[in-house]
């Protein structure tokens, strides 16, 4: 790519599933596509930090502690004795490097051009990207689709060191397994990590500072797998607001709470919540503004923002940020992009939250049901 203006029918800025699936539709239209991902292979956070490597972890740490069978066999049932960091890792290597061999396959089969960049507006046509050597483009497009996905929250009172206190993108790179871990936020990434270490035999606590988890859940599965967790020594405390959290360099970690408590554990993991991953694409240059999270708003049909040229799609947009959901955003959008028909997203996507034991769900909830007077069994 030289340094004068390469012209493009779309640029994507992003290569997560929403990403992805909008360029590739695009592509299908018979458009010419760019796909911008600012990490160094495509994917996203999806196949990299998100999605994939938990489901990853999660079965490997099923498979080797004999999870599956202690039913049968009993609670004290293992495959294998001493599981390390370094048996969970291998496994989820294998998986992400097939992974993005898959999706760069795909990019060059529908001819969708990739670059691994980081790329920021000119103004509401033009992009510069620039390469990690500092070597920059300047790349045109009549349409654009923003799809750049979130990044943990992290919060100035916890003293990340990405090691002992980590976020959720961090636990992926475990030195050593740890005994005892602390995790801060009963969000789905919060829950998917304290169940899956809690199969390991870890004593895992939770802290969330609300009186609740899965709000969006029914109930009665909520209460279910409360019930499950707490029968496996995990201690759950809610309305546990976090002072701070930090760890020495060679002692315990300690989470302080407002109430005035202390926990100690050897790893602490906070889960609080994601920004979306707007605030290095200059936005104000194209006429667009994120909110205090990061998030850009989008008509909820057509997945268009305020400028009508440009797009959003993914976890950058919101709730319910998963992975299925950001494919269907990221193929409509391109299809309204390029004045394609296009149908309108279902009013209900299917949840999969993967804890184990694991949960699932389509539609209104049991509370939504009975609020809205409708009979149901």
Not at 76 to 88: F, G, M, N, T
Not at 144 to 155: D, E, L, N, Q, W
Request: negative net charge; aromatic residues 6%; proline residues 5%.
């Amino acid at each position: 790519m030289s340094n004068t203006h390469s012209a493009f029918d779309l640029i994507v800025i992003g290569s997560g599933p929403a990403g992805r699936r909008a360029g590739i539709q695009a592509a299908k239209l018979g458009k010419r596509v760019l796909v911008v991902e600012q990490g160094r292979r495509v994917g996203g956070v999806s196949v990299h930090t998100g999605t994939i490597p938990s489901k990853t972890l999660r079965e490997t740490v099923l498979n080797l502690s004999g999870w599956r069978e202690r039913g049968f066999y009993g609670a004290a049932y293992r495959v294998k004795q001493d599981i390390s960091a370094e048996d969970l890792l291998k496994r989820l290597h294998m998986t992400l490097n097939h992974e993005v061999e898959i999706l760069e396959h795909q990019f060059a089969r529908n001819g969708v051009e990739t670059v691994c960049c980081s790329a920021r507006f000119l103004d509401s046509n033009r992009v510069e990207i620039t390469r990690d050597d500092g070597e920059a483009h300047i790349c045109a497009a009549e349409k654009f689709v923003i799809a750049v996905g979130t990044r943990p929250y992290r919060p100035a009172h916890i003293g990340f060191d990405g090691v002992k206190v980590v976020d959720s993108d961090e636990i992926l790179d475990l030195a050593a397994i740890p005994r005892q871990l602390t995790v801060i936020g009963a969000s789905v990434i919060g829950l998917e990590y304290a169940s899956i270490f809690s199969a390991l035999d870890i004593k895992v606590t939770v802290l969330e500072p609300t009186d609740q988890m899965l709000p969006f859940v029914d109930q009665e599965l909520v209460d279910e797998f409360k019930h499950d967790l707490r029968d496996r020594g995990v201690v759950l405390r809610f309305g546990c607001r976090v002072k701070g959290a930090h760890a020495p360099p060679n002692g315990h970690c300690l989470t302080e709470t407002e109430d005035g408590r202390q926990v100690i554990s050897d790893m602490v993991l906070f889960a609080a919540g994601r920004v979306g991953a707007t605030d290095t694409l200059n936005l104000e240059a194209c006429g667009l503004e994120a909110d205090s999270r990061g998030r850009l708003a989008v008509d909820a049909a057509t997945f268009r923002t305020a400028q009508p040229h440009i797009f959003a799609a993914g976890d950058v947009i919101g709730f319910p940020s998963l992975a299925s959901t950001s494919m269907e955003q990221g193929r409509i959008a391109a299809c309204h992009a390029f004045g394609e028909p296009a149908q309108a997203p279902p009013e209900f996507f299917p949840y999969g939250i993967y804890s184990v034991p694991e949960i699932s769900t389509v539609g209104m909830t049991e509370e939504q049901v009975r609020e809205k007077g409708i009979p149901y069994e």
